[in-house]
């Protein structure tokens, strides 16, 4: 099989299993009331002075942007990509979306390390 071949296999796997992860998660559950979410996400650029990144996330398709969470520190600047699923109760069709957003630092990244936000659900 081509090295093409088998990355495209690779990446459609992963994105099967993000998305059935969001189906367990919140579709369709018993749950009541608004659940936000922090989502894995991927730096996809830096400008040059290193203080936009923009940041590509996976959310479901009943899921909506709710906003970045950024914590910043001498040695490291740790963000959140939250998302927001209004009716968790209600059922959901599993397709995966994409999304970008735009995150300004206070200062440049570089020499701080970025870290990744836990993925687990936030009640409001």
Request: proline residues 6%.
């Amino acid at each position: 099989m081509a090295p093409c071949a088998v990355v495209a296999a690779m990446r459609t796997a992963v994105v099967l299993s993000v998305a059935c992860l969001f189906a367990a998660a919140g579709c369709g559950s018993a749950e009541r009331g608004p659940s936000t979410s922090s989502v894995p996400w991927q730096l996809e650029r830096a400008s040059r002075d290193g203080r936009v990144l923009t940041l590509r996330y996976e959310r479901g398709a009943c899921d909506r942007f709710e906003r970045t969470r950024v914590q910043e520190g001498e040695r490291a600047a740790t963000i959140g990509v939250l998302v927001t699923n209004a009716h968790p109760e209600r059922a959901c069709i599993m397709v995966l979306v994409v999304g970008r957003t735009r995150v300004r630092l206070r200062a440049p990244l570089r020499p701080r390390r970025l870290l990744h936000d836990p993925v687990t659900t936030v009640r409001p």
